[in-house]
């Protein structure tokens, strides 16, 4: 099982640009996340969809939108980039009943 | 509203000494809470949790955490550290009233020297 992949792992874009982030996991997880970490403050939640079909605004939501394709993939979209959304962005899944989430590697964005 | 703290940026210990990283949170109801450790460039693994059951409760690498209600702390120990320990740790709790949303402390970076 390859767990929980992203894509890319590196962006730079510039300001008012728009990018399309990817997830998916294998593990066959109800629930997905998108979490941002800045420095000194940890992972923000962005957005999250407890089950196909839903999703709901995290502690984060401005200038992000989220679709979750299928049970597998759930994307978060950056339709006019800022300088403040330069950040380390992190796609979790957890299963029915689980407790803890598992996360991706990552994708580091630059907005310049 | 849930909220967790990691009081230190940085702990330094030698190896071979025990280590431990402190954790203090607050929730409305009764928490799940959890430690999860990153690796240079990488996301964040999985330690352990608490649930329900004993407040003393054991992970992946040979860390442990003690569940403090009365103090609302959760600090991850571990009895002998090793270089390899040092990493990013992070603290989180969920309310077990407030669904799958997790809250993340800002972490504490463990250094661990020879």
């Known amino acids: 099982n390859a767990g929980v992949t992203q894509t890319p792992k590196f962006q730079v874009l510039k300001t008012g640009q728009s990018m399309t982030l990817q997830c998916a996991q294998d593990?066959?997880?109800?629930?997905m996340y998108w979490y941002r970490q800045d420095p000194g403050m940890g992972l923000r939640l962005i957005y999250y969809?407890?089950?196909?079909?839903?999703?709901d605004k995290g502690e984060v939501p401005n200038g992000y939108n989220v679709s979750r394709l299928n049970k597998r993939e759930f994307s978060l979209r950056l339709e006019s980039a800022a300088p403040s959304q330069t950040s380390v962005y992190f796609c979790?899944?957890?299963?029915?009943?689980?407790?803890?989430?598992?996360f991706g590697p990552g994708t580091r964005l630059t907005v310049t | 509203a849930q909220s967790v703290a990691q009081p230190e940026d940085q702990v330094n210990v030698a190896e071979g000494n025990p280590l431990t990283v402190k954790c203090t949170y607050s929730?409305?109801?009764?928490?799940?809470l959890f430690w999860y450790v990153q690796y240079p460039n990488r996301g964040l693994q999985f330690l352990l949790k608490?649930?329900?059951?004993?407040?003393l409760v054991k992970g992946s690498y040979g860390f442990e955490a003690e569940f403090n209600k009365s103090q609302t702390s959760f600090h991850l120990k571990k009895p002998s550290a090793l270089v390899s320990d040092s990493a990013l740790y992070f603290c989180?709790?969920?309310?077990?009233?407030?669904?799958?949303?997790?809250?993340f402390g800002g972490g504490t970076r463990l250094m661990v020297k020879p």
């Open positions: 979790a899944s957890s299963g029915q009943g689980w407790y803890e989430q598992y």
């Open positions: 593990m066959n997880h109800n629930s």
């Open positions: 608490y649930i329900t059951g004993d407040n």
């Open positions: 989180a709790v969920r309310d077990n009233n407030a669904g799958n949303m997790l809250t």
């Open positions: 969809s407890a089950s196909e079909g839903t999703t």
């Open positions: 929730v409305s109801g009764n928490p799940y």
